[in-house]
């Protein structure tokens, strides 16, 4: 596709899929970097690292999706790599040629666990009802399908705005978002390794529990319009100083 197609279709239906943009070199060195981060996961700040998973009943404290926010920040060196340079350059072609950065997570959901990441729509995690003009990448480490999480989506699903949404508690203590949309026209995205999807914030999607015995990876960058700086946008700052009415 060229990038008034991209453009379009993510318009469109809220989200792409690209298959063969990386080589696996490029996934190696990511995921590479990405499990020494893991391995020392009990020893990463709890604002950086927890278990996104929801708490369960019980006191046993197994690891189930492990989250480490702001990879970027731990690890420089990913800003590097193929994989981020070819993700900011896509959004871009999205966005505009001043869309940068506005956050990072990586994902790992352990072998043979129960957990999913529930129906959302990552702009309830903003906290304004002003949406930002956001791109989302998830990048897949592996081959991912309906067995060990691959991404699903509702198409369209970005139209409606903002659904309600059950606050969570994960088993770090932190919150989790689910939602319950009607999955008539939910699609799941089974992918190789080297390609990835896109999404805007208010596309509901969900990954399903990892029951396979490999550790199921994902990198998810976000890029936007003024890169950090994207919360100055004027429509935001009216709504931030009560100027702009929400809705």
Known sequence: MNETELRENLDQDGFLVL??????GDIEE?????DRLFAAFDQLPASRA????????GTAKVLKSAEINRVLRVDHALGSSRVYQECRRIARALRGPFAGYTFDHAIAKQPKADAVTPWHQDHVYTGHHTPMRTVHFWVPLQDVDEENGCMHFIPRSHRAGLAHHEPLKNASGGITYSASPDLSTAVAVPLAAGGLTIHTPLTMHFTGPNRTTGVRKAWILHFGPMGWLAKLQPAMLLEKFGLRTPG
Do not use: H, K, T
């Open 19 to 24: 298959r063969d943009v990386f080589g696996p």
């Open 50 to 57: 927890q278990d996104i998973a929801e708490a369960g009943e």
């Open 30 to 34: 990511v995921g590479s970097r990405l």
